[in-house]
């Protein structure tokens, strides 16, 4: 079967660090993404891993390890911009399978 | 600035209606995609489609169906409109790439919300 597993909540500080984590277990894959959405706005694209170890962009950064079926998003220097629900996907040839998402609030 | 524009933002509709949910992309994708978006199950797959009249099927497509007579429109139809179906559709498009390309990007429209009453 197809799973796909975020924490629902987190909260953090501003100016602080927080790492948000994605397990899976699909029967394909394709590589790995990583969506922002905020509150009644479409998702839009962060990043997208498909070998194993760390891509940096700027303060987000992301990180695979396909052994292990996993997968984090860290947000560095966190701004009150940042409260969005962070959507994990999985590629399988081109469909992307969703977790249901980790809403994240950011606190002054 | 590219776009895929969802026709209607907010519908309100009766059980048993037929409703037609529209999807226009102007970025020449050959992939469109239908899904819903339920709070605590997050982005669930409904169809989606890799080319003008083809279509297949996603994680929950009983109680809908889709049309693509033109690469740049995607529809999805509830025929029979049921009160389970009220949910946020979000329509999104990607180019045709190796499966393992970053070409699979997918773009979003901005949602349509159904309340089926």
């Known amino acids: 079967g197809q799973n796909i597993d975020q924490p629902t909540e987190m909260t953090a500080t501003e100016g602080a660090i927080v790492q948000i984590n994605c397990t899976y277990q699909?029967?394909?894959?394709?590589?790995l993404f990583w969506y922002q959405q905020h509150a009644g706005e479409a998702p839009t694209f962060l990043s997208y891993?498909?070998?194993?170890g760390l891509e940096e962009k700027g303060r987000f950064s992301s990180f695979l390890s396909r052994s292990k079926g996993y997968s984090y998003l860290l947000l560095k220097e966190l701004q009150m911009k940042d409260s969005a629900s962070y959507l994990c996907?999985?590629?399988?040839?081109?469909?992307?399978?969703f977790g249901q998402g980790t809403e994240l609030s950011v606190k002054p | 600035d590219v776009k895929v524009t969802q026709s209607s933002r907010y519908l309100v509709k009766r059980t048993g209606e037929k409703v037609f949910l529209e999807c226009v992309q102007d970025?020449?994708?050959?992939?469109m995609f239908w899904y819903r978006q339920d709070p605590g199950l997050g982005l669930r797959l409904i169809y989606f489609?890799?080319?003008?009249?083809?279509?297949e099927k996603g994680d929950i497509p009983e109680g809908y169906s889709v049309s693509r007579e033109k690469k740049e429109r995607f529809s999805l139809i509830l025929e029979s409109a049921s009160t389970n179906q009220t949910s946020m559709y979000l329509c999104?498009?990607?180019?045709?790439?190796?499966?393992?390309?970053?070409?699979?990007?997918?773009?979003f429209g901005a949602g349509s919300r159904l309340t089926v009453l």
């Open positions: 999104a498009s990607s180019l045709l790439g190796h499966p393992s390309s970053g070409a699979n990007v997918l773009t």
């Open positions: 699909t029967s394909g894959f394709n590589g």
């Open positions: 891993n498909v070998l194993d």
């Open positions: 996907a999985v590629n399988q040839g081109g469909k992307l399978i």
């Open positions: 970025m020449d994708h050959e992939n």
């Open positions: 489609s890799y080319d003008v009249k083809m279509k």
